[in-house]
């Protein structure tokens, strides 16, 4: 897992990332990376499985297919997340003022590497 958490910390390292962290469906974390003491990954990877499941629902209800990847933005920051294969989640924290197409333009970059370790 020391390959992956390398990974985590590449893309915590990007310019207005909060946190990086690998989270499975049901919420446990896998591994992660926080830049910021005031986060908490257990919290984060809790709140984004409950997320993810209403948007899967959503997606099943609409006939849209699969969820994919969600963006989230809040008044202080922002919450990108994409799959990593069936079971797991790329979760991504990042500043309100973070060049949000870089941001999903590195999460798309570094899922398969991620998919690959898992």
Not at 24 to 40: A, M, P, Q, R, Y
Not at 43 to 48: K, P, R, S, W, Y
Request: charged content about 20%; overall charge negative; proline content about 1%.
């Amino acid at each position: 897992m020391e390959a992956l958490n390398n990974l985590l910390k590449e893309l915590a390292a990007v310019s207005g990332v909060q946190a990086a962290l690998v989270v499975g469906h049901e919420g446990f974390v896998i591994d992660g990376v926080s830049t910021s003491s005031g986060l908490d990954n257990e919290v984060i990877g809790a709140t984004i499985s409950a997320e993810i499941s209403s948007a899967a629902v959503m997606g099943d209800e609409l006939k849209l297919g699969n969820f994919t990847h969600l963006m989230i933005e809040f008044e202080k920051g922002v919450i990108v997340i994409n799959t990593i294969g069936s079971d797991a989640l790329l979760a991504v924290v990042a500043e309100k003022d973070a060049m949000l197409g870089n941001i999903r333009y590195q999460v798309k970059k570094y899922t398969p590497a991620i998919e690959n370790l898992l």
